[in-house]
């Protein structure tokens, strides 16, 4: 008969904490989009990661909280990708 592995904390639990962490994420990523369209701004997904949202909020005249709000946003994304 072979070993049997056991996972550190369970499968269960990894597989809760990684959902959570996605959820995390695109709580984040859906934050971003609010604040810019907020201001007027469309910013396809997939530019989250480029910089692209913090020039936006930049260019936009996004009030000085709302450009904190994306800039925290977008660390969480890039912590979590």
Same mark, same amino acid.
């Given at each position: 008969? /072979?070993?049997?592995v056991l996972?550190? /904390?369970g499968l269960r639990e @990894?597989l809760?904490r990684r959902? %959570?962490?996605i959820r995390m @994420?695109?709580?984040?990523?859906? =934050?971003?989009? !609010?604040?810019?369209? %907020?201001? !007027?701004? @469309?910013i396809?997904?997939?530019?989250?990661?480029?910089g692209?949202?913090?020039g936006?909020?930049?260019?936009a005249a996004c009030p000085p909280d =709302? =450009? =904190?709000?994306?800039?925290?946003?977008?660390?969480?994304?890039?912590?979590?990708a």
């Amino acid at each position: 008969m /072979g070993a049997v592995v056991l996972w550190p /904390g369970g499968l269960r639990e @990894r597989l809760n904490r990684r959902a %959570h962490l996605i959820r995390m @994420r695109t709580t984040a990523k859906n =934050r971003v989009l !609010g604040a810019l369209s %907020h201001g !007027g701004l @469309r910013i396809p997904v997939q530019t989250l990661g480029t910089g692209e949202a913090m020039g936006s909020s930049s260019s936009a005249a996004c009030p000085p909280d =709302r =450009r =904190r709000s994306i800039a925290e946003a977008l660390a969480v994304i890039d912590i979590l990708a």
